[in-house]
């Protein structure tokens, strides 16, 4: 089983600044994948990104970038240039080969205008 | 629709009561879970269907709690004799690969109430 931790409750930033939410993760499996899903006030959980425990590259797109350091089992995911667009809880998950994915508690990120 | 489609979007049922959750994946998805999100939590696995069977239950918290797929698409999750600590929303999910290591598409949840 792994488990995923977001110390982060509730972030709150001024539009344009950049933000870094973090995720450490606890796993015994050598094999593992590590994802960010975003849930906007709807209640949709939207997937952002996969990453598995063999690729540590870090990964940009668009105004979005993750860090993968297995050193310090964290998968920490930093918003550059807020918008108040980008509001919303931000999920960390983990899973193995298997079935279940295990949610961090979620952070809430607040951008304000 | 194009997306996970779950309903009722509310339920606001009486202690003991039985309650029915449907859940309509995304077409061809043959991989369907049913979560648990209580306020201010991180969804909570419950079940995970590969075609028309569970291929995994260990999630549901007891025996009240059943999930079924008959024909392999549209699912059930049915709570019977309903108790408060079972308001939460259930969130349905699908994914179009056998083996789940890629993105779940979920739905915007069933919001159940238990007076």
């Known amino acids: 089983a792994q488990k995923v931790t977001q110390a982060q409750t509730e972030i709150s930033v001024v539009e344009k600044e950049d933000v870094t939410l973090d995720c450490v993760y606890e796993?015994?499996?050598?094999?593992?994948?590590l994802f960010w899903y975003k849930q906007p006030p709807s209640g949709e959980l939207v997937f952002l990104i996969r990453r598995n425990s063999f690729d540590e590259q870090n990964e940009i797109s668009g105004r979005y970038s993750w860090n993968f350091q297995k050193s310090t089992s964290s998968f920490n995911f930093t918003i550059t240039a807020s918008q108040v667009v980008d509001s919303a809880v931000y999920f960390c998950a983990a899973s193995n080969t298997g079935n279940q994915f295990y949610f961090g508690t979620g952070t809430s990120l607040t951008v304000i205008p | 629709g194009a997306g996970v489609s779950q309903t009722p979007s509310n339920k606001v049922t009486e202690k003991g009561k039985y309650v029915e959750l449907r859940c309509d994946p995304i077409?061809?998805?043959?991989?369907l879970y049913w979560y648990r999100q209580s306020l201010g939590q991180g969804p909570e696995f419950l079940i995970y269907?590969?075609?028309?069977?569970?291929?995994?239950d260990s999630g549901l918290p007891n025996d009240r709690f059943f999930a079924v797929r008959p024909e392999g698409s549209v699912s059930t999750l049915k709570i019977q004799r309903t108790e408060r600590g079972d308001s939460a929303v259930y969130l349905c999910a699908s994914s179009p690969l056998a083996v789940n290591t890629g993105e779940l598409f979920f739905g915007e949840g069933s919001r159940l109430t238990v007076l």
């Open positions: 077409s061809g998805h043959t991989a």
């Open positions: 796993t015994r499996d050598t094999t593992y994948y």
């Open positions: 269907f590969q075609g028309t069977g569970a291929a995994d």
